[in-house]
């Protein structure tokens, strides 16, 4: 079975500042998506940003941006410009290829970010 | 579009009551999921349906939890009865194709079993 790890439970940032959330992946899969989900106060998980792994380049979405390691199975999130609405946990999440049964987003523990203004 | 809509947001309940959750996926999304999010750990899937049949319920306990999403559209997961363990947020999620874009998530039932 597939596991995902955030090893931080928490991280602190200076507003403006960036800052980089650790997640490492345990898959015997060659093909497989990987996500990081934000949730604020409201408990509502938003997506932040998606890769698939077949893709060698990196995804951006606006201030986030990943650095996926295949081959270290790492995948970490970097915020740029960090702004006080950052503040949220964040969720490293994991999805096989597979259809049915497989198909589900296994999460890691989370961490929560602290943006200081 | 509108999004996953769920209710009801609280729910405080003694051990040994039962307890319903509902939640309204969005328009179109074939795939439901229920996630318990217990303090401190990320969501574990609890029961997944594509349209109104189960694809995978093996995490949830059966013995006490029941599901079903009649119609393909709706779903309610129920507890019965509650222990003190179950206290949780409950989230429903939906995707289009089973999830390789990701899920759309609702605000959670926070439940709380005293």
């Known amino acids: 079975a597939q596991t995902v790890t955030q090893s931080q439970p928490e991280m602190s940032v200076q507003e403006a500042e960036t800052v980089t959330l650790s997640c490492t992946y345990d898959?015997?899969?060659?093909?497989?998506?990987l996500f990081w989900y934000k949730q604020p106060p409201s408990r509502q998980m938003i997506l932040v940003i998606r890769?698939?792994?077949?893709?060698?380049q990196n995804a951006t979405e606006n201030r986030f941006s990943v650095n996926f390691q295949k081959a270290a199975k790492s995948f970490s999130l970097k915020i740029s410009d960090s702004q006080l609405g950052d503040a949220a946990m964040y969720f490293c999440?994991?999805?096989?290829?597979?259809?049915?049964?497989?198909?589900?987003?296994?999460f890691g523990k989370g961490i929560t970010l602290s943006v200081r203004p | 579009e509108a999004g996953v809509a769920q209710s009801p947001r609280y729910k405080i309940i003694e051990k040994r009551q039962s307890v319903a959750f509902w939640c309204n996926p969005i328009?179109?999304?074939?795939?439901l999921y229920w996630y318990q999010q217990i303090l401190g750990q990320g969501p574990k899937l609890l029961i997944q349906?594509?349209?109104?049949?189960?694809?995978?319920d093996s995490q949830l306990p059966k013995d006490r939890f029941s599901a079903e999403r009649l119609k393909g559209v709706d779903s309610t997961l129920k507890i019965q009865p509650a222990k003190l363990e179950d206290s949780a947020v409950y989230l429903c999620?939906?995707?289009?194709?089973?999830?390789?874009?990701?899920?759309?998530f609702g605000s959670g039932t926070r439940l709380t079993v005293v």
């Open positions: 999620a939906s995707s289009l194709d089973m999830g390789s874009y990701g899920y759309t």
């Open positions: 898959t015997s899969e060659s093909d497989y998506y």
């Open positions: 890769q698939e792994a077949y893709k060698q």
């Open positions: 999440a994991y999805r096989s290829p597979s259809t049915g049964a497989n198909s589900k987003l296994t």
């Open positions: 328009s179109g999304h074939a795939t």
């Open positions: 349906f594509q349209n109104n049949g189960v694809v995978d």
